[in-house]
T-cell receptor, first 111, second 117 residues
Framework: DGGITQSPKYLFRKEGQNVTLSCEQNLNHDAMYWYRQDPGQGLRLIYYSQIVNDFQKGDIAEGYSVSREKKESFPLTVTSAQKNPTAFYLC??????????FGSGTQLSVL | AQSVAQPEDQVNVAEGNPLTVKCTYSVSGNPYLFWYVQYPNRGLQFLLKYITGDNLVKGSYGFEAEFNKSQTSFHLKKPSALVSDSALYFCAVRDFISSGSARQLTFGSGTQLTVLP
């Protein structure tokens, strides 16, 4: 099956800890995205990448980092600088100018 | 700057009745409009999109949306609601003139639809 796989489904972070969320796609899409979803606020763009080895900050990039070493993979690291990390994180991919295909999400919580 | 408004946080409708989920938008050029649906603890799924052409767009699961340029609206509709339609619905917009990817896509805050049996 083609699609986007996010892991883990649930993740807990301790104070001062960095955590990494995985996102893999086998749709052969060039563009990939990370969104943060908070209740009642819709989706906010964290980072996006249109090609391998290139990525751009979105609207709320502070406290997050990404890499795009392979077309299929776009991991997101939530650093200790992100003071309010509890949220539902969604990864998506698309062809240029196309609709978004979303993964099933990762719920991050703080211990 | 572009923006999307979904004026209703919650919409309740009885099964079998028609449903409408409202969306209004603001862009500087021609709009490129989407509806997505999200089931609990899941990612968003594409329902339909409007680029140009007929103002009534048909999408997945019997949903349709009506583009109204004068009212800058793109309301989602379904003639007969099902209990299984209960979910969170998001409208999204970007300026059609904008180059590149979905980077410029702006999402609304979502509308929770509950279909009562």
């Amino acid at each position: 099956d083609g699609g986007i796989t996010q892991s883990p489904k649930y993740l807990f972070r301790k104070e001062g800890q960095n955590v990494t969320l995985s996102c893999e796609q086998n749709l052969n899409h060039d563009a990939m995205y990370w969104y943060r979803q908070d209740p009642g606020q819709g989706l906010r763009l964290i980072y996006y990448s249109q090609i391998v080895n290139d990525f751009q900050k979105g609207d709320i990039a502070e406290g997050y980092s990404v890499s795009r070493e392979k077309k299929e993979s776009f991991p997101l690291t939530v650093t200790s600088a992100q003071k309010n990390p509890t949220a539902f994180y969604l990864c998506a991919s698309s062809i240029v100018d196309g609709k978004l295909f979303f993964g099933s999400g990762t719920q991050l919580s703080v211990l | 700057a572009q923006s999307v408004a979904q004026p209703e946080d919650q919409v309740n409708v009885a099964e079998g009745n028609p449903l409408t989920v409202k969306c209004t938008y603001s862009v500087s050029g021609n709009p490129y409009l989407f509806w997505y649906v999200q089931y609990p603890n899941r990612g968003l799924q594409f329902l339909l999109k409007y680029i140009t052409g007929d103002n009534l767009v048909k999408g997945s699961y019997g949903f349709e949306a009506e583009f109204n340029k004068s009212q800058t609206s793109f309301h989602l509709k379904k003639p007969s609601a099902l209990v299984s339609d209960s979910a969170l619905y998001f409208c999204a917009v970007r300026d059609f003139i904008s180059s590149g990817s979905a980077r410029q896509l702006t999402f609304g805050s979502g509308t929770q639809l509950t279909v009562l049996p």
